[in-house]
């Protein structure tokens, strides 16, 4: 079955460090996938997708990496801030015909002062 | 900026009562979904809409749960009867593509407490 992984365990980064995020998965091969940021009692807000032929998208501090061989992907956040302290998921396409996506559990980043 | 609007933000109702919760999209998102996200646990669907029509409720719990979108606009979603482990954020997204492949808006969801 299909099955995505992303840090379990919080990550807790020094403010003006880069925080670097896991993602990866098994057993499909997804035409795209996508990274939102959730704060504590809200939903996920969309930040980037990244496509399958694509292996970097940047936007303003953030970058998105997608290894299709490695099946992972990497998220970044340069000169991190407090402000950037959320839980952050990633999700994939599971069928194209039927635009379903899976969320991964999430990973809590902490950036302290 | 436009909002996935849901109500309401919060209900606590007993084991065994009926609840619903609603969902208005973003204005011409014609995909319409609703995910429940346990605490610490990633958004998991729960039924897709194309319009009105249902394009996916086969993780819907159908002996208790429906979901309507009577107009292809607004969207309720229904419990009957809650059950204790039916505890969990409900968040109602909309994309403008079936695809998704422009990312989901999601509302702010409603937290659903069963005592």
């Known amino acids: 079955s299909q099955k995505i992984e992303q840090n379990s365990e919080a990550l807790n980064i020094q403010e003006g460090k880069t925080a670097t995020l896991t993602c990866n998965y098994t057993n499909y091969s997804p035409a795209y996938l996508q990274w939102y940021r959730q704060d504590p009692g809200r939903g996920p807000v969309f930040l980037l997708l990244?496509?399958?032929?694509?292996k970097e998208k940047r936007k303003e501090r953030l970058k998105v990496t997608f290894d299709t061989t490695l099946k992972q992907s990497l998220f970044h956040i340069t000169a991190s801030q407090p402000a950037d302290s959320a839980t952050y998921l990633c999700?994939?396409?599971?069928?194209?015909?039927?635009?379903?996506?899976?969320f991964g559990s999430g990973t809590r980043l902490s950036i302290r002062p | 900026e436009a909002e996935v609007a849901q109500s309401p933000r919060y209900k606590i109702t007993e084991k065994s009562q009926a609840v619903a919760f609603w969902c208005d999209p973003i204005s011409g998102h014609a995909t319409l979904y609703w995910y429940r996200q346990i605490l610490g646990q990633g958004p998991e669907l729960l039924v897709q809409?194309?319009?009105?029509?249902?394009?996916?409720d086969s993780q819907l719990p159908k002996d208790r749960f429906s979901a309507e979108r009577l107009k292809g606009v607004d969207s309720t979603l229904k419990i009957q009867p809650a059950e204790l482990g039916d505890s969990a954020m409900y968040l109602c997204?909309?994309?403008?593509?079936?695809?998704?492949?422009?990312?989901?808006?999601f509302g702010s969801g409603t937290r659903l407490t069963v005592v």
């Open positions: 999700a994939l396409e599971l069928d194209s015909s039927a635009s379903k996506i899976i």
């Open positions: 809409f194309q319009d009105e029509s249902v394009v996916d």
């Open positions: 997204a909309s994309s403008s593509s079936q695809q998704g492949r422009y990312g989901y808006t």
């Open positions: 990244i496509r399958e032929n694509e």
